[in-house]
Nanobody, 123 residues
Framework: QVQLVESGGGSVQAGGSLRLSCRVS????????TAWFRQAPGKEREGVVS???????TYAASVKGRFTISQDNAENTLYLQMDRLKPEDSAIYYC?????????????????WGQGTQVTVSS
């Protein structure tokens, strides 16, 4: 089982930036694919971006061009850089992982989740 521990998040004004981190343990780079999801109050969990085990990303249309997923292989840490944030980006953000090569933006496919971190964007 892959273990995930998130950090980062917080409050920012619209147009600002935040970076989320997700420390991965129990597997090494190339053995798993990853994703970031978010969930706003009263809404379903939404896929933000996924990355295959080789790092190839797939972004949701709502964040493409504003969010960037990356990974520090030496530190086994996943990052989500969020720029030009909007109030509608406010949610609890979760990192997720699977021990397969390809990842998709479907929450039911993942069996490893971070604890979640709150992102609040004010107008």
């Amino acid at each position: 089982q892959v273990q995930l521990v998130e950090s980062g998040g917080g409050s920012v004004q619209a147009g600002g930036s935040l970076r989320l981190s997700c420390r991965v343990s129990g597997a090494t780079y190339g053995q798993y694919c990853t994703a970031w999801f978010r969930q706003a109050p009263g809404k379903e969990r939404e896929g933000v971006v996924s990355a295959d085990s080789d790092g190839t990303p797939t972004y949701a249309a709502s964040v493409k061009g504003r969010f960037t997923i990356s990974q520090d292989n030496a530190e086994n840490t996943l990052y989500l850089q969020m720029d030009r944030l909007k109030p509608e980006d406010s949610a609890i953000y979760y990192c997720a992982a699977r021990r397969v090569r390809l990842c998709f933006l479907a929450a039911y496919e993942y069996n490893s989740w971070g604890q979640g971190t709150q992102v609040t964007v004010s107008s």
